[in-house]
């Protein structure tokens, strides 16, 4: 049964011929190139070679290469993000590991600067505090009051930057092989001292401010749970 569409469809087709057909296509030569999916439902000549013969099946055919050329990149590029994502996930829940198997702040800080610059693939991994008499953070970088708000703002809890260099008031040694910084401010509870873990990369894109953070959230999370357990009930 027939609707109101096939008839104006009809209606619009009786006035077609094959000349202005032919004509339009002439001042539109662009038309297929940003439509190919007509392609797929008309019927092509026969093959054909001679001057001035059009080969449509070539040009589907060409057509269809780049297609599929297109998607096999795409395909390849999806693969390797994806495959990308799952490194960084298993380096993340390796370096929650070892931060949840410290059982005292010393450990604690010694997983953050010998144990996670291998495991996350970075150069430097720093606990920093702001509180250099914080004798209960013994071992951590203390960067002086209002350290934390200079480096990355008053309320911003990660702040990533690609093409940094590192500041050798958190590096130390390590700050001259540092070419992106990535920051998490660390909350410990309302008794404790303002800290911050600051990760080096020696890529320049290894941390980069339109990254997902959703991986580094976990990180700062578990750690911040486990601060506040080897600190005390009293935080």
């Known amino acids: 049964m027939s609707g ?30 940003e439509n190919p999916e007509v392609l797929t439902f008309l019927t092509p000549p026969e093959f054909k070679r001679g001057e001035r013969i059009l080969d449509m099946q070539h040009f589907m055919l060409e057509r269809m290469r780049d297609d599929l050329t297109s998607l096999r990149r795409h395909e390849k590029q999806l693969l390797s993000a994806v495959e990308g994502n ?41 606990l920093c505090i702001e509180d250099a008499g914080a004798l209960a953070l013994a071992g951590a970088t203390a960067i002086g009051k209002g350290g934390i708000e200079n480096l990355m703002g008053a309320k911003q809890r990660i702040l990533l930057q690609g093409q940094t260099a590192g500041e050798s008031f958190v590096f130390g040694e390590d700050a001259a092989r540092v070419k992106s910084v990535a920051y998490l401010r660390l909350r410990a509870g309302k008794n404790s001292p303002d800290m911050l873990l600051a990760l080096g990369s020696g890529r320049e894109d290894g941390f980069e401010k339109d990254q997902a953070t959703d991986l580094i959230s976990f990180l700062a999370d578990v750690l911040e749970a486990r601060l506040k357990q080897c600190l005390g009930p009293k935080n």
């Open 86 to 126: 799952a490194a960084g996930q298993s380096k993340v829940h390796q370096a929650a590991i070892a931060v949840v198997g410290a059982n005292d702040i010393q450990v604690l800080n010694n997983v953050i600067r010998a144990k996670l610059p291998a495991m996350l693939d970075i150069e430097s991994a720093v």
């Open 4 to 33: 109101p569409s096939d008839d104006a469809a009809k209606i619009q087709s009786d006035g077609l011929t094959a000349e202005t057909v032919s004509a339009w296509l002439r001042r539109h030569p662009e038309f297929l190139h």
